[in-house]
Nanobody, 124 residues
Framework: VQLQACGGGLVQAGGSLRLSCAAP????????MGWFRQAPGKEREFVAA????????YYADSVKGRFTISRDNAKNTVYLQMNSLKAEDTGVYYC???????????WGRGLDYWGQGTLVTVSS
């Protein structure tokens, strides 16, 4: 089973993008969901996560106040609204799903499912 992420693209600094992550053919309503990103030459890092049980959200300090994660269980989709984008937000963004709570702490290893990634490029 693969998560399908889309919505990436080229945007100027200060602009906005909304990423989507869908899971066709499978229900992820009881999975905690998250977004991670990997910039060129850097390790993958946590961006945001959302709980399945009460929609609690968690963010990396670098994106707090600019990014918003949300989910629509009826559509089996999780979103990442990214505003006030900066050049340092450039990277490949991956969505992930996990049954355990570790994804909510930003832990990105050993997660149950990953998407294929979508490239976000922010020009300064």
């Amino acid at each position: 089973v693969q998560l399908q992420a889309c919505g990436g693209g080229l945007v100027q600094a200060g602009g906005s993008l909304r990423l989507s992550c869908a899971a066709p053919g499978r229900t992820f309503s009881r999975y905690h969901m998250g977004w991670f990103r990997q910039a060129p030459g850097k390790e993958r890092e946590f961006v945001a996560a959302i709980s399945w049980s009460d929609d609690s959200t968690y963010y990396a300090d670098s994106v707090k106040g600019r990014f918003t994660i949300s989910r629509d269980n009826a559509k089996n989709t999780v979103y990442l609204q990214m505003n006030s984008l900066k050049a340092e937000d450039t990277g490949v963004y991956y969505c992930a799903a996990d049954l355990s709570l570790k994804i909510l702490t930003g832990w990105g290893r050993g997660l149950d499912y990953w998407g294929q990634g979508t490239l976000v490029t922010v020009s300064s």
